[in-house]
Each structure stands twice: as C-alpha cells, then as structure tokens.
C-alpha cells in the first residue's frame, strides 16, 4: 500500500502545487476496520507519503460500509480549510444520494461521483445517475471509457488481448461484437482524422462526463487531448449508441453491479 502516492510523488515533486489537480481514495477494505482514526489515519499517510498538505479530489472507492465511511470523511473534512471535492464511486443512485445528504449534514456537499461508464455500459446513464450529478452540480468521472483498450481499435478477433490478464477473460470472448462497434468508431475517426480510441472519450465528454483515461504510453496523453477538442454531432452519438445497443455486451466487472 502507498506504490501509487510514492511513485506519483515523483512526477509531481518539482510542479508548482497549483499547476495540477490531484485525487486519492479511501478504500474501506484497506483502512484499519477497529482504528477509531482509521479515516484521518489514511488521509494523513496518504498526503505524507506524497508530501502534500492538500488533495483537490478526495473519494470513498466503493460501497463496502460507505455510509460509515462517508460519515468519518464528513467529520474529518468539516470545518477545514481547502476541502477537496469530495466523492464517491461504484455507488449506485440511492448510494449517491444517501451519501449526499450525510455530507450535507455536516454543511459539506457531494461534488463527484466515478463510475464506469462506456458505449457498452450505460447503465449509470439509464438509472438516473448522470441527470442527478447534472442537477445537483456533482461532476460525473466516467472510468473505463475504452473498456480496457477493447474500445481502442488495437484488438480483434484476429490479434485478442494477451491471455492471461482479466482484461483479456472479460473481451476476448466478445472480441467479434466489439468489431462490429469498432468498425462505427472507426468512420468517425477517420472523419475527424484522429485514431479509433479518441472517439469513445469524445463521446464520454458528449455526454457531459469527465473521462479517465488508463493512459501506458506518451502517446495516449496527447491523444486524449486531441480527443478533448472534437465535438461529436448529437447524430453521432445516437448513431453510436445504437450501434452499441444491437451488440449486448456486459462488461460490468466483478467489482461492480448493474446501477438501478
Ligand atoms: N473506481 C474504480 O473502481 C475504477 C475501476 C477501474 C478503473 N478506474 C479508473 O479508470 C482509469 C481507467 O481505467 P482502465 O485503465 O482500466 O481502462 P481504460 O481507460 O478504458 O483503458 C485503458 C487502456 O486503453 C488503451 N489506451 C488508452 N489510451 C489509448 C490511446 N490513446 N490509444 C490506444 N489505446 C489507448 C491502453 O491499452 P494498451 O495498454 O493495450 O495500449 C490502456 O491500457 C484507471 O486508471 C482508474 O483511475 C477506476
């Protein structure tokens, strides 16, 4: 525990602190379950570990006992300066609204939610979830965008993703539908001249949510900025969803459910 804050501390080490926004998370199953400070324990490690004295961005990662944890994230945070949005994942629309008011029960507010959210899984999108965070100013973190690089051109049936990763159990077997889908991407892509992974993030910020990206190469950080700047048509995006629609793909993982 701690690889990802020490070798982020690294990049961030020589920046002028407000040149970049930073996040962390509390992962319940990882904080001390009897700690009566397992929450500022945390925190408090997670920003030494960084040198920081601050995050812009601070999440409770999953639905294992949230409200508790929400609860103690709610009492750490109240009251302090330089509050960080604070947020929360894989939770479900009662979830996020449960978690909303016990924030607003210690004068704070719920300002992200982060879910997955793709072509192949709108289900944050069909339960209400992205109408909610629109109305109630709460930015809307879509993850996996790309499924895990199935949505990125580089794999079919005729080149699969490496055996042996879940990424590879959870696509290669839906390898041939998502041809089909890549092969939609692929005519915008050439229209807007940019390759096939940056149309999915286009179509995630159509839809008014903030992408991240699993980036493993320079490359893809530059894409994702090209990706930033092309406005898909509302044709488009319908065009793309029904495309998607035909294949019925599940693609929700073991960590996550079907948001009702
Ligand atoms: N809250 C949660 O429970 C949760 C769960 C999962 C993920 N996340 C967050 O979401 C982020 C993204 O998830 P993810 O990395 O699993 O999935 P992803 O963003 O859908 O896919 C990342 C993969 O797409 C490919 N890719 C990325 N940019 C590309 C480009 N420009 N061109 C071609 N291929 C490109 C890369 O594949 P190759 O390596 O094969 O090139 C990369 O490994 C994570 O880093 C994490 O922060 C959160």
Not at 96 to 113: M, P
Not at 171 to 196: G, H
Request: charged share 25%; hydrophobic share 40%.
């Amino acid at each position: 525990m701690g690889t990802s804050e020490k070798v982020l501390a690294g990049f961030v080490g020589d920046l002028e602190r407000d040149s970049y926004l930073i996040s962390d998370k509390f992962t319940p199953q990882c904080a001390k379950p009897s700690g009566a400070n397992a929450f500022s324990d945390m925190v408090e490690m997670q920003l030494d570990l960084m040198g920081l004295d601050r995050f812009d961005i601070y999440w409770i990662h999953n639905v294992w006992d949230a409200p508790k944890w929400t609860r103690e994230m709610a009492k750490y945070f109240e009251g302090k300066e330089n509050v960080p949005i604070l947020g929360v994942s894989n939770h479900n629309l009662a979830e996020i609204k449960e978690a909303n008011e016990i924030l607003k029960s210690h004068g704070l507010k719920l300002g992200a939610v982060q879910n997955h959210y793709s072509l192949i899984n709108r289900s944050s999108e069909d339960s209400g979830i992205l109408d909610y965070c629109k109305e109630n100013d709460i930015i809307f973190f879509s993850y996996m965008v790309l499924e895990q690089g199935a949505l990125s051109g580089k794999y079919d049936t005729a080149h699969p993703m490496p055996a042996g990763s879940a990424r590879a159990d959870a696509y290669n077997p839906v390898l041939d539908k998502i041809e089909v889908l890549n092969a939609e991407l692929k005519k915008l892509a050439d229209k807007y001249n940019v390759a096939i992974a940056q149309i999915p993030v286009a179509w995630a910020i159509a839809k008014g949510t903030l992408p991240i990206i699993g980036v493993t190469k320079e490359q893809h950080v530059k894409d994702a900025v090209k990706a930033a700047n092309i406005t898909l048509t509302a044709d488009e995006v319908a065009q793309l969803e029904k495309t998607a629609d035909t294949l019925a793909i599940n693609t929700i993982r073991f960590w996550e459910k079907e948001m009702k």
